[in-house]
């Protein structure tokens, strides 16, 4: 037997791979891996997919220094600023995407938190979103802190975004104008306020293949059950711009290794998934079963039409 049909069975009866065991993976013929992770991801989550959709809620001007955003006020990537958006436009896009037949919409701010006046603005808008339409709330507003997350459960959100973007280890190659903690800590403010939390991370920033251990294994111990993984888009103004894109084996050998650490997730093919030829096809056999679909914050992504034809001939039910 195999190490990955080993591995594959025993994680199928109920356990847990180590962190040597998910790193052997990586030399693991990689048809068998894939196949071995759809069947984890379909004995624990069947045919399952979620679909979500993001706003910019509030583009640019950036304090952080996050090597990968086109965002940051550190770089010149010349993308679109602009200041929060009112609620109108916001509640307008969620109709249009709940007509679409999308479970989620998030909403995404630059920044590293909203101030309390901005919550409560976007609070206004939470509430006319659950109202006005059916579509389930994510917000990503930042390292926010417990009472602000209340303020927007109570609004009506049910999910908190918050990538950890790398390992710990690994973080502070990537940004320096917050911590790895502070991310957990905003994390675990979130779930004790009773959010749900959506965490993952970008692939191809120079990590190893230890540090995507490291951050799976974080998102594990921390029971994160929705996981972006993203692959770097390189965006001319920023610090990684030459770096590499990964091809789409690279893809699939990361979401099939994250399937093993994290068998009933949903996990969430995100940023860069449009330079995949594919769209992401290859990866969904592979032990992806989520995506964020319309277009990402500064780059054009997936429309909805396109991306449910594609789930609709994989045998995927979009549902939560």
Same mark, same amino acid.
């Given at each position: 037997?195999?190490?990955?049909?080993?591995?594959?069975?025993?994680?199928?009866?109920?356990?847990?791979?180590?962190?040597?065991?998910?790193?052997?993976?990586?030399?693991?013929?990689?048809?068998?891996?894939?196949?071995?992770?759809?069947? +984890?991801?379909?004995?624990?989550?069947?045919?399952?997919?979620?679909?979500?959709? +993001?706003?910019?809620?509030?583009?640019?001007?950036?304090?952080?220094?996050?090597?990968?955003?086109?965002?940051?006020?550190?770089?010149?990537?010349?993308?679109?600023?602009?200041?929060?958006?009112?609620?109108?436009?916001?509640?307008?896009?969620?109709?249009?995407?709940?007509?679409?037949?999308?479970?989620?919409?998030?909403?995404?701010?630059?920044?590293?938190?909203?101030?309390?006046?901005?919550?409560?603005?976007?609070?206004?808008? +939470?509430?006319?979103?659950?109202?006005?339409?059916?579509?389930?709330?994510?917000?990503?507003?930042?390292? %926010?802190?417990?009472?602000?997350?209340?303020?927007?459960?109570?609004?009506?959100?049910?999910?908190?975004?918050?990538?950890?973007?790398?390992?710990?280890?690994?973080?502070?190659?990537?940004?320096?104008?917050?911590?790895?903690?502070?991310?957990?800590?905003? +994390?675990?403010?979130?779930?004790?306020?009773?959010?749900?939390?959506?965490?993952?991370?970008?692939?191809?920033?120079?990590?190893?293949?230890?540090?995507?251990?490291?951050?799976? %294994?974080?998102?594990?111990?921390?029971?994160?059950?929705?996981?972006?993984?993203?692959?770097?888009?390189?965006?001319?103004?920023?610090?990684?711009?030459?770096?590499?894109?990964?091809?789409?084996?690279?893809?699939?050998?990361?979401?099939?290794?994250?399937?093993?650490?994290?068998?009933?997730?949903?996990?969430?093919?995100?940023?860069?998934?449009?330079?995949?030829?594919?769209?992401?096809?290859?990866?969904?056999?592979?032990?992806?079963?989520?995506?964020?679909?319309?277009?990402?914050?500064?780059?054009?992504?997936?429309?909805?039409?396109?991306?449910?034809?594609?789930?609709?001939?994989?045998?995927?039910?979009?549902?939560?």
């Amino acid at each position: 037997m195999s190490q990955v049909e080993k591995l594959k069975n025993r994680i199928l009866s109920g356990g847990q791979i180590t962190k040597e065991e998910a790193l052997s993976l990586y030399d693991a013929p990689l048809t068998e891996l894939c196949e071995a992770a759809n069947e +984890i991801r379909i004995h624990f989550c069947g045919n399952r997919f979620d679909m979500c959709t +993001i706003i910019n809620g509030k583009s640019g001007r950036c304090s952080e220094n996050c090597k990968y955003c086109a965002q940051s006020s550190f770089y010149h990537s010349h993308i679109e600023e602009y200041p929060l958006l009112g609620a109108d436009e916001i509640v307008k896009q969620a109709r249009e995407n709940d007509d679409q037949g999308v479970l989620r919409y998030s909403i995404v701010t630059s920044g590293k938190r909203l101030n309390n006046e901005e919550v409560d603005k976007m609070c206004d808008a +939470i509430r006319r979103i659950r109202r006005e339409t059916g579509i389930s709330v994510c917000i990503s507003f930042g390292l %926010l802190d417990e009472t602000q997350f209340i303020k927007a459960k109570e609004a009506g959100a049910s999910r908190v975004h918050n990538n950890l973007e790398t390992s710990r280890k690994n973080f502070p190659n990537i940004c320096t104008t917050h911590t790895f903690e502070e991310k957990t800590d905003a +994390i675990k403010a979130a779930q004790r306020a009773g959010l749900s939390v959506c965490s993952g991370g970008i692939m191809g920033m120079g990590e190893t293949p230890e540090d995507r251990v490291d951050m799976a %294994l974080t998102l594990r111990e921390l029971e994160i059950h929705s996981v972006p993984v993203n692959m770097l888009n390189p965006i001319p103004g920023t610090p990684f711009e030459t770096l590499p894109r990964l091809s789409i084996d690279d893809m699939r050998r990361i979401v099939a290794v994250f399937r093993f650490v994290l068998p009933d997730a949903f996990i969430r093919l995100a940023g860069g998934r449009g330079l995949m030829a594919d769209k992401g096809r290859a990866c969904f056999l592979s032990g992806a079963n989520a995506a964020i679909s319309g277009d990402m914050l500064t780059t054009s992504g997936i429309s909805v039409a396109a991306d449910r034809k594609l789930l609709k001939e994989l045998g995927y039910e979009i549902r939560m």
